[in-house]
Antibody
Framework: EVQLLDSGGGLAQPGESLRLSCAAS????????MAWVRQAPEKGLEWVST??????????FYADSVKGRFTISRDNSKNTLYLQMNSLRAEDTAVYFC???????????????WGLGTLVTVSS | QSALTQPASVSGSPGQSITISCTGT?????????VSWYQQHPGKAPKVMIY???KRPSGVSNRFSGSNSGNTASLTISGLQAEDEGDYYC???????????FGGGTKLTVL
């Protein structure tokens, strides 16, 4: 059974950093692209970042809203996905979901499994 | 930058059919029927209901179907049930400038 357990959220002040983790199990983690998707309070889903799997050379992609501040990474030996969030802003307040990507070529990818989400609150 | 437009809300009575639209451009939805659709209940994680425009994951009811026409993708739910109530989002890979884009979401109310 595929499981994604995201953690690491909490309260941070503007300008501070947080690191989110997503522990994966039930599938060959290194093969698949993984992503972070966030949802601000009472708002819709927003894609944040993706790291490809072994076939894609572990390339990384970012939304413009987080580029240069957030870094996605993965430790395939620990089956864990990370999101290092620096220079946090109030507008980064959201529930952050990790998600597993599925599909063939990148244009076909969809997110077939999701974590339960971890809440990040940025406030002074 | 790509943007996907969805109606803010739709509603229907049990047993009826409803359709949720997701409008893009000729460069994305108009060229490829590659939209995925996600259902989200309050306080829960999203769940994929349709991928690659019209494919249904194992375990998803065949009451859910996806299609597209021109620049608009659609999610149709037939035989509406109370458990279908929730938020629905379309999503598309929009290329190397925007990567993945979600629609604004549609709140489905079962009357």
């Amino acid at each position: 059974e595929v499981q994604l357990l995201d953690s690491g959220g909490g309260l941070a002040q503007p300008g501070e950093s947080l690191r989110l983790s997503c522990a994966a199990s039930g599938f060959s983690f290194s093969i698949y692209a993984m992503a972070w998707v966030r949802q601000a309070p009472e708002k819709g889903l927003e894609w944040v970042s993706t790291v490809t799997g072994s076939g894609g050379g572990f390339n990384t992609f970012y939304a413009d809203s987080v580029k240069g501040r957030f870094t996605i990474s993965r430790d395939n030996s620990k089956n864990t996905l990370y999101l290092q969030m620096n220079s946090l802003r109030a507008e980064d307040t959201a529930v952050y979901f990790c998600a597993k990507a599925a599909g063939g070529r990148i244009q076909l990818w969809h997110f077939d499994y999701w974590g339960l989400g971890t809440l990040v609150t940025v406030s002074s | 930058q790509s943007a996907l437009t969805q109606p803010a809300s739709v509603s229907g009575s049990p047993g009826q059919s409803i359709t949720i639209s997701c409008t893009g451009t000729s460069s994305d939805i108009g060229s490829y029927n590659l939209v995925s659709w996600y259902q989200q209940h309050p306080g829960k994680a999203p769940k994929v209901m349709i991928y690659e425009g019209s494919k249904r994951p194992s375990g998803v009811s065949n009451r859910f179907s996806g299609s597209n026409s021109g620049n608009t993708a659609s999610l149709t739910i037939s035989g509406l049930q109370a458990e279908d109530e929730g938020d629905y989002y379309c999503c598309l890979y929009a290329g190397s400038s925007s990567f993945w884009v979600f629609g604004g979401g549609t709140k489905l109310t079962v009357l």
